[in-house]
T-cell receptor, first 110, second 114 residues
Framework: GQQVMQIPQYQHVQEGEDFTTYCNSSTTLSNIQWYKQRPGGHPVFLIQLVKSGEVKKQKRLTFQFGEAKKNSSLHITATQTTDVGTYFCAPYSSASKIIFGSGTRLSIRP | NAGVTQTPKFQVLKTGQSMTLQCAQDMNHNSMYWYRQDPGMGLRLIYYSASEGTTDKGEVPNGYNVSRLNKREFSLRLESAAPSQTSVYFC?????????????FGEGSRLTVL
Protein backbone atom coordinates (compact mmCIF):
# COMPACT_ATOMS: atom_id res chain seq x y z
CA GLY A 1 0.00 0.00 0.00
CA GLN A 2 0.89 3.62 -0.20
CA GLN A 3 3.42 4.72 2.40
CA VAL A 4 4.97 8.05 3.08
CA MET A 5 7.91 8.97 5.22
CA GLN A 6 8.64 12.39 6.60
CA ILE A 7 12.03 13.72 7.59
CA PRO A 8 13.27 14.97 9.87
CA GLN A 9 11.25 13.70 12.81
CA TYR A 10 12.19 16.73 14.89
CA GLN A 11 13.67 20.13 14.11
CA HIS A 12 14.72 22.67 16.69
CA VAL A 13 15.66 26.07 15.25
CA GLN A 14 16.49 29.56 16.38
CA GLU A 15 13.73 32.05 15.68
CA GLY A 16 14.41 33.63 12.32
CA GLU A 17 16.08 30.54 10.86
CA ASP A 18 14.52 28.61 8.00
CA PHE A 19 12.86 25.20 8.32
CA THR A 20 12.18 22.45 5.80
CA THR A 21 10.34 19.16 6.09
CA TYR A 22 10.29 16.50 3.39
CA CYS A 23 7.70 13.91 2.53
CA ASN A 24 8.79 10.92 0.43
CA SER A 25 6.54 8.28 -1.06
CA SER A 26 7.31 4.82 -2.37
CA THR A 27 4.70 5.26 -5.09
CA THR A 28 3.58 8.01 -7.41
CA LEU A 29 1.02 10.22 -5.74
CA SER A 30 -2.11 11.68 -7.27
CA ASN A 31 -1.70 14.73 -5.08
CA ILE A 32 -0.72 15.61 -1.55
CA GLN A 33 -2.04 17.70 1.29
CA TRP A 34 -0.23 19.37 4.17
CA TYR A 35 -1.58 19.90 7.68
CA LYS A 36 -0.35 21.71 10.78
CA GLN A 37 -1.08 20.66 14.33
CA ARG A 38 -0.34 23.07 17.15
CA PRO A 39 0.61 21.54 20.52
CA GLY A 40 -2.54 20.28 22.19
CA GLY A 41 -4.62 21.03 19.11
CA HIS A 42 -6.07 19.24 16.15
CA PRO A 43 -4.67 19.08 12.61
CA VAL A 44 -5.60 21.95 10.34
CA PHE A 45 -5.41 21.87 6.55
CA LEU A 46 -2.76 24.07 4.97
CA ILE A 47 -2.68 23.31 1.27
CA GLN A 48 -3.07 20.75 -1.50
CA LEU A 49 -0.64 20.15 -4.36
CA VAL A 50 -1.84 18.49 -7.51
CA LYS A 51 0.48 19.08 -10.46
CA SER A 52 3.92 17.70 -11.08
CA GLY A 53 6.52 20.31 -10.12
CA GLU A 54 3.90 22.55 -8.55
CA VAL A 55 5.03 25.29 -6.18
CA LYS A 56 2.63 27.20 -3.95
CA LYS A 57 3.30 29.93 -1.44
CA GLN A 58 1.44 31.10 1.61
CA LYS A 59 3.27 34.10 3.08
CA ARG A 60 6.48 32.58 4.53
CA LEU A 61 5.49 29.00 3.65
CA THR A 62 6.52 27.43 0.34
CA PHE A 63 5.16 24.06 -0.73
CA GLN A 64 6.61 21.98 -3.55
CA PHE A 65 5.53 18.82 -5.32
CA GLY A 66 8.27 16.84 -7.02
CA GLU A 67 8.45 16.37 -10.76
CA ALA A 68 7.89 12.63 -10.38
CA LYS A 69 5.09 13.23 -7.84
CA LYS A 70 6.84 11.01 -5.33
CA ASN A 71 8.00 13.67 -2.93
CA SER A 72 6.97 16.99 -1.50
CA SER A 73 8.42 19.61 0.77
CA LEU A 74 7.33 22.42 3.02
CA HIS A 75 9.76 25.28 3.60
CA ILE A 76 9.26 28.03 6.16
CA THR A 77 11.34 31.17 5.77
CA ALA A 78 12.38 33.10 8.87
CA THR A 79 10.49 31.04 11.42
CA GLN A 80 8.42 32.69 14.10
CA THR A 81 7.18 31.30 17.41
CA THR A 82 3.72 30.96 15.87
CA ASP A 83 5.15 28.31 13.52
CA VAL A 84 5.64 25.86 16.40
CA GLY A 85 3.81 22.60 15.89
CA THR A 86 3.87 19.38 13.95
CA TYR A 87 3.59 19.38 10.17
CA PHE A 88 2.05 16.38 8.44
CA CYS A 89 1.82 15.42 4.82
CA ALA A 90 -1.07 13.31 3.60
CA PRO A 91 -1.30 11.78 0.14
CA TYR A 92 -4.69 12.32 -1.35
CA SER A 93 -6.34 10.30 -4.05
CA SER A 94 -9.81 9.78 -5.38
CA ALA A 95 -10.09 6.89 -2.94
CA SER A 96 -11.27 7.78 0.53
CA LYS A 97 -8.48 6.19 2.59
CA ILE A 98 -6.17 8.94 3.85
CA ILE A 99 -2.94 7.96 5.57
CA PHE A 100 -0.73 10.58 7.18
CA GLY A 101 3.02 10.83 7.18
CA SER A 102 4.80 10.50 10.50
CA GLY A 103 5.09 14.27 10.90
CA THR A 104 7.89 16.72 11.65
CA ARG A 105 7.79 18.47 14.98
CA LEU A 106 9.12 22.02 14.87
CA SER A 107 10.26 23.78 18.01
CA ILE A 108 11.73 27.28 18.10
CA ARG A 109 14.16 29.05 20.41
CA PRO A 110 13.03 32.64 20.86
CA ASN B 1 -20.49 26.85 12.88
CA ALA B 2 -19.97 23.62 14.82
CA GLY B 3 -18.05 21.70 12.15
CA VAL B 4 -17.01 18.33 13.62
CA THR B 5 -18.11 17.66 17.18
CA GLN B 6 -16.70 14.86 19.31
CA THR B 7 -17.96 13.60 22.65
CA PRO B 8 -16.72 13.03 25.24
CA LYS B 9 -13.63 15.25 25.31
CA PHE B 10 -12.07 13.28 28.16
CA GLN B 11 -12.65 9.76 29.46
CA VAL B 12 -10.93 7.45 31.90
CA LEU B 13 -11.68 3.74 31.67
CA LYS B 14 -10.59 0.65 33.48
CA THR B 15 -9.19 -2.26 31.52
CA GLY B 16 -12.02 -4.34 30.10
CA GLN B 17 -14.64 -1.61 30.16
CA SER B 18 -16.42 -0.58 26.99
CA MET B 19 -17.30 2.80 25.64
CA THR B 20 -18.38 4.63 22.51
CA LEU B 21 -16.89 7.82 21.13
CA GLN B 22 -19.41 9.92 19.27
CA CYS B 23 -18.72 12.12 16.27
CA ALA B 24 -21.10 14.35 14.33
CA GLN B 25 -20.52 16.78 11.48
CA ASP B 26 -22.86 19.45 10.17
CA MET B 27 -21.11 20.15 6.85
CA ASN B 28 -23.01 17.55 4.79
CA HIS B 29 -19.77 15.66 4.18
CA ASN B 30 -19.82 12.20 2.65
CA SER B 31 -16.70 10.70 4.20
CA MET B 32 -15.82 10.38 7.86
CA TYR B 33 -12.74 9.09 9.66
CA TRP B 34 -11.40 8.02 13.00
CA TYR B 35 -7.70 8.49 13.81
CA ARG B 36 -5.71 7.87 16.95
CA GLN B 37 -2.66 9.80 18.02
CA ASP B 38 -0.39 8.47 20.74
CA PRO B 39 1.74 10.96 22.70
CA GLY B 40 4.39 12.51 20.48
CA MET B 41 3.35 10.36 17.54
CA GLY B 42 1.58 10.74 14.25
CA LEU B 43 -1.98 10.08 13.19
CA ARG B 44 -3.01 6.52 12.49
CA LEU B 45 -6.21 5.69 10.68
CA ILE B 46 -8.49 3.31 12.57
CA TYR B 47 -11.59 3.14 10.39
CA TYR B 48 -13.22 5.28 7.79
CA SER B 49 -16.56 5.57 6.06
CA ALA B 50 -16.49 6.69 2.47
CA SER B 51 -20.23 7.23 2.42
CA GLU B 52 -23.31 6.55 4.47
CA GLY B 53 -23.77 2.81 4.82
CA THR B 54 -20.13 1.84 4.24
CA THR B 55 -17.20 1.38 6.58
CA ASP B 56 -13.65 0.17 5.95
CA LYS B 57 -10.63 -0.73 8.02
CA GLY B 58 -7.70 1.61 8.26
CA GLU B 59 -4.16 0.97 9.53
CA VAL B 60 -4.99 -0.06 13.11
CA PRO B 61 -8.57 -1.42 13.32
CA ASN B 62 -8.04 -4.19 15.89
CA GLY B 63 -9.96 -3.66 19.13
CA TYR B 64 -12.40 -1.19 17.59
CA ASN B 65 -15.77 -1.19 15.87
CA VAL B 66 -17.52 1.62 14.07
CA SER B 67 -21.03 2.55 13.04
CA ARG B 68 -22.01 5.08 10.41
CA LEU B 69 -25.37 5.85 11.94
CA ASN B 70 -26.39 8.32 9.24
CA LYS B 71 -24.68 10.88 7.06
CA ARG B 72 -23.91 13.12 10.04
CA GLU B 73 -22.74 10.63 12.65
CA PHE B 74 -19.86 8.16 12.88
CA SER B 75 -19.21 6.41 16.19
CA LEU B 76 -16.19 4.45 17.42
CA ARG B 77 -16.66 1.68 19.97
CA LEU B 78 -14.10 0.03 22.22
CA GLU B 79 -15.63 -3.25 23.35
CA SER B 80 -12.99 -4.18 25.92
CA ALA B 81 -10.56 -1.34 26.55
CA ALA B 82 -6.86 -2.05 26.99
CA PRO B 83 -4.07 0.25 28.26
CA SER B 84 -2.59 0.20 24.73
CA GLN B 85 -5.69 2.10 23.60
CA THR B 86 -4.77 5.11 25.71
CA SER B 87 -4.59 7.83 23.12
CA VAL B 88 -6.17 10.93 21.67
CA TYR B 89 -8.87 10.07 19.17
CA PHE B 90 -9.70 12.43 16.34
CA CYS B 91 -12.75 12.29 14.13
CA UNK B 92 -12.58 13.98 10.75
CA UNK B 93 -14.81 14.47 7.74
CA UNK B 94 -14.52 15.66 4.18
CA UNK B 95 -16.62 16.22 1.13
CA UNK B 96 -15.78 13.65 -1.51
CA UNK B 97 -15.94 14.71 -5.10
CA UNK B 98 -14.69 18.11 -4.06
CA UNK B 99 -11.48 19.15 -5.76
CA UNK B 100 -9.82 20.02 -2.48
CA UNK B 101 -11.07 17.20 -0.33
CA UNK B 102 -9.52 18.64 2.79
CA UNK B 103 -10.14 16.95 6.11
CA UNK B 104 -11.89 18.85 8.88
CA PHE B 105 -11.01 17.56 12.34
CA GLY B 106 -12.81 17.58 15.63
CA GLU B 107 -11.12 18.79 18.81
CA GLY B 108 -10.23 15.27 19.88
CA SER B 109 -11.24 12.85 22.64
CA ARG B 110 -8.57 12.08 25.22
CA LEU B 111 -8.93 8.51 26.47
CA THR B 112 -6.96 6.97 29.32
CA VAL B 113 -7.26 3.25 30.04
CA LEU B 114 -5.96 2.19 33.45
Amino acid sequence: GQQVMQIPQYQHVQEGEDFTTYCNSSTTLSNIQWYKQRPGGHPVFLIQLVKSGEVKKQKRLTFQFGEAKKNSSLHITATQTTDVGTYFCAPYSSASKIIFGSGTRLSIRP
Amino acid sequence: NAGVTQTPKFQVLKTGQSMTLQCAQDMNHNSMYWYRQDPGMGLRLIYYSASEGTTDKGEVPNGYNVSRLNKREFSLRLESAAPSQTSVYFCASRKTGDLTGELFFGEGSRLTVL
